[in-house]
């Protein structure tokens, strides 16, 4: 993409100095402010207004490691959209490291207020040698694991102490074990660009865990990176000598400037008009399609060239394999609402640097026509809600379900199929970092979010769980029993369905947040996973079934099932009752169906899964075969009975 600047925005090092390059719509005057490693201003440096809203300069003699912040003039209105304040300063959004977090003050919203002292500064530092990555390690139908850095790894007892928390505990022997072990295709780390605390956290003891607040793009939060890129490249470098792909979740919808009342940080002081979307009728009002205070305006250049050379940055100097993105219908939207043709999304997908990396969608937000589940079209893969409420209500016992969970483990063809597609781009999951883990749902009906300090108001109301007799923990064994089983029953579902599957790190081994389904805010033991008391039963489980879903050449794949016809095709579905009879329409609807078996691929090499939410065991009959069925997963066993609240699977062998 050419943006028509002469020079690359951001600091540049060069022969003669460094070279700072700004663009700021409307701006009247932007000055660099150069500062030591006490903190201490030691310069101030007027860059010149070249062609259209581009500021720059070469300061001379400066070298790697210089620290600097950014100031703008130009007009203070609001109800126009303008909030230039040069007593604020900025962070370059374009600087790749930071010398620490960012950390909320309220002078950071005051206007004429100077904020020098409490605004972190970028660290000029040369790129590292430029990467020029092959296609992805990782490949779609894999495990994506959905990865909170700090939140997992801060307990960890084998990872040393001073790396706990950060990027460098993922490249520890221990870590990569637990991976494998899972046979993870890709892990998903949550957001790891510099984020901000909410600015009414900082009063009710809280701060932001998940880190989906960012205020600058390229540059990682010094918290979780405190080497900067090159920790993450060497995680990266790490990860795929494990033959483990990295996915970054990204949040380009939004920045923690927040509402009107919000902090003036980066953008907002560069060009606040035109950085961020505005009503149409009144420019003053900042349009909140994410519902976090401000929406980016991903439909203009300048946003446009921040995004696209953000991901440049985390692919050719950390090899990344692929973006997830987050409230991707704000990438797609102008004025005139969401298309899945629109300029950015292209640009990306056209982009040379960035056409063949792995670009996951979270298809909806708050804002209007903004769920878009399903509109991405190829290459992208989407998030897919329908497969987690589907599969949680029909192990909760809602009635007439088992059609809507046959459509999910086909790869949801009612949702993908669209424009003669033969191959699903659904991310199925059942939990993820938003709502209960899957140890939650089957211990608390209701949500109790009391810890966040809004009187249990916010998060999800509608979470489809269940909590088998009594909320919360228990020392009843039956009910620990039957907790157990549902929870495995939600695993191993999530495995034997078609498409990509996500897994949220520690819902392999029972990380519970006490029946908190909005945990943003909890960077403390209700998110941190507890290693040293971890569900042995329930991780051994899961390993065995990701063992099968990695070893099946029938599981793990794209295409949408089809109607067995006897052929070699590993597509083909056969779906019987337990009796052996085929599923015919009045089975499909009886709203009392409590079990179904879901028989795969061709005469010979076939895997029957057999899903059985009843409270009592039952017997099946299974294909007439001229070899044998054996158990292929946990809880399968010779004589075939499938025990209550279980998914079992047997493969065909020959005789």
């Not at 932007?30 to 300069?57: K, M, P, W």
Request: charged letters at 20%; hydrophobic letters at 40%.
């Amino acid at each position: 993409m050419d943006f028509g600047a002469p020079w690359n925005p951001g600091a540049e090092l060069t022969a003669e100095g460094v070279r700072f390059t700004v663009r700021a719509p409307s701006a009247s005057s932007v000055i660099v402010c150069l500062f030591d490693q006490l903190d201490n201003e030691t310069a101030r440096h007027q860059l010149e207004r070249g062609d259209g809203d581009i500021f720059s300069a070469v300061v001379p003699g400066l070298k790697a490691g210089v620290r600097y912040g950014l100031r703008a003039d130009g007009p203070w209105q609001p109800e126009a959209g303008h909030r230039f304040d040069p007593s604020k300063l900025l962070v370059d959004p374009f600087a790749v490291r930071l010398d620490r977090p960012f950390s909320y003050d309220p002078r950071l919203g005051i206007f004429g207020e100077d904020t020098q002292s409490i605004v972190p500064k970028a660290i000029l530092e040369p790129p590292l040698t430029p990467l020029n990555p092959g296609r992805p390690t990782c490949d779609a139908g894999g495990l994506i694991y959905e990865i909170p850095v700090r939140a997992f790894t801060q307990l960890h007892p084998d990872v040393p102490e001073a790396d706990r928390g950060t990027l460098r505990a993922l490249a520890h022997p221990s870590i990569i074990e637990h991976l494998r072990k899972l046979h993870v295709s890709a892990v998903e780390l949550m957001p790891i660009a510099a984020w901000i605390d909410e600015r009414h956290l900082p009063p009710l003891g809280l701060s932001n865990a998940w880190g989906y607040n960012p205020v600058t793009m390229m540059a990682l939060d010094p918290r979780l990176a405190p080497g900067g890129i090159s920790d993450l490249h060497h995680v990266v470098d790490t990860l795929h000598a494990a033959d483990i792909g990295v996915i970054l979740d990204v949040v380009f919808n939004h920045t923690g400037e927040s509402d009107s009342d919000g902090p003036t940080l980066s953008l907002r002081g560069l060009g606040n008009a035109t950085y961020y979307r505005h009503d149409q009728h009144t420019p003053g009002t900042l349009v909140n399609d994410t519902g976090c205070g401000n929406t980016l305006a991903c439909d203009r250049p300048e946003v446009q060239e921040l995004v696209l050379r953000s991901m440049h940055h985390f692919v050719t100097q950390a090899g990344i394999d692929g973006f997830r993105f987050d409230l991707a219908p704000v990438l797609g939207r102008d004025a005139n609402g969401f298309s899945p043709d629109a300029k950015l999304l292209q640009l990306i997908a056209d982009d040379p640097v960035l056409h063949d990396r792995v670009l996951i969608a979270e298809p909806w937000d708050i804002g209007p026509g903004g769920y878009q589940l399903g509109n991405f079209g190829p290459p992208w893969l989407e998030w897919n809600d329908n497969a987690r409420d589907d599969i949680r209500r029909y192990w909760r016992g809602d009635d007439a379900m088992s059609g809507a969970l046959a459509t999910r483990l086909s790869g949801s063809s009612d949702i993908f199929a669209r424009n003669s597609a033969t191959r699903t781009r659904s991310i199925n999951f059942v939990a993820a970092h938003d709502g209960f883990p899957i140890g939650d749902l089957v211990c608390f009906e209701e949500k109790h979010n009391e810890a966040n300090g809004e009187e249990n108001r916010d998060g999800h109301g509608a979470n489809h769980s269940w909590n088998n007799g009594v909320e919360g923990p228990s020392d009843d064994v039956s009910i620990r029993a039957a907790r157990e089983a549902d929870a495995c029953a939600l695993i191993a579902t999530l495995f034997a369905s078609r498409g990509t599957i996500l897994l949220t790190a520690g819902d392999e081994f029972g990380h519970s947040q006490h029946g908190n389904n909005n945990a943003y805010a909890q960077d403390n033991a209700i998110t941190w996973r507890n290693w040293e008391e971890l569900d042995q039963q329930r991780l051994d489980f899961t390993r065995a079934w990701a063992e099968l879903r990695e070893t099946s050449p029938l599981l793990g794949r794209m295409s949408f099932l089809s109607d067995s016809d006897g052929s070699a095709d590993p597509d083909q579905v056969a779906w019987l009752k337990t009796d052996g009879q085929p599923m015919a329409p009045a089975d499909w609807e009886n709203s009392h169906l409590n079990s179904f078996m879901m028989v795969l691929g061709p005469p010979g090499q076939r895997l029957t899964i057999v899903f059985n939410r009843s409270h009592e065991a039952i017997r099946c009959v299974f294909p007439a075969s001229s070899g044998l069925w054996c158990p292929a997963s946990p809880r399968a066993s010779i004589e075939k009975p499938v025990p209550p609240r279980s998914v079992v699977c047997w493969q065909e062998m020959p005789g």
